[in-house]
């Protein structure tokens, strides 16, 4: 369902929010090393596209913004674990 969004959007933040989602789909279906992938590959789209703090304008796009940060934060915590968090503990 998300490759489609995937292979045809020109929108960044779209484009990150269906990474993150994706990753964290593969994650639950135990393909850990190829959520780990299209987590990094939203993770570089969004560190090369986004506007930095402070330095750009979001203009119409400040939601898309939002949920991709969100959606990144929370696949980021799922498949590479909470900072000081084990895999035991999880």
């Given at each position: 369902?998300?490759?489609?969004?995937?292979?045809?959007?020109?929108?960044?933040?779209r484009t990150?929010?269906a990474?993150?989602?994706?990753a964290?789909?593969q994650?639950?279906?135990?393909?850990?090393?190829?959520?780990r992938?299209?987590?990094?590959?939203?993770?570089?789209i969004?560190?090369?596209?986004f506007?930095?703090?402070?330095?750009?304008?979001?203009?119409?796009?400040?939601?898309?913004?939002i949920?991709?940060?969100?959606?990144?934060?929370?696949?980021?915590?799922?498949?590479?674990?909470?900072?000081?968090?084990?895999q035991?503990?999880?």
């Open positions: 369902m998300l490759q489609p969004v995937l292979d045809r959007s020109n929108d960044m933040y990150v929010q990474h993150m989602t994706l964290m789909a994650h639950q279906l135990r393909q850990t090393d190829q959520a992938v299209t987590l990094a590959k939203g993770i570089d969004a560190e090369k596209r506007p930095k703090a402070g330095k750009g304008s979001l203009d119409e796009q400040w939601h898309d913004w949920i991709a940060h969100v959606l990144m934060r929370e696949a980021k915590a799922l498949i590479e674990g909470a900072p000081g968090q084990t035991e503990a999880k």
